[in-house]
């Protein structure tokens, strides 16, 4: 019963770090390309800003998803230990 609780915290946790991941980097990069249009007269800057947020996001995911696959293995090992001393 226990690992299924934090079998879900985990879940949680990824889904909330999933949408911070997304949204943080979009905002912070996307506002600091606008702001760079305005002050240089350009019409890329978001583009370039939004492009950097994709590659931003896709390498906090990777990071993030690595951690994870390897937390579940240890708690299936953790599981397969178990259900050999019953």
Request: zero cysteines; charged letters at 25%.
């Amino acid at each position: 019963m226990q690992d299924k609780k934090s079998l879900k915290k985990l879940a949680y946790s990824y889904a909330a770090y999933g949408g911070a991941s997304i949204f943080g980097p979009m905002i912070i990069f996307g506002v600091a390309g606008y702001v760079l249009d305005m002050l240089l007269g350009t019409k890329f800057m978001v583009l370039a800003g939004v492009g950097t947020a994709f590659i931003t996001t896709n390498i906090l995911i990777h990071k993030k998803t690595k951690k994870i696959s390897k937390i579940m293995n240890e708690m299936s090992k953790k599981e397969e230990n178990r259900s050999k001393k019953q």
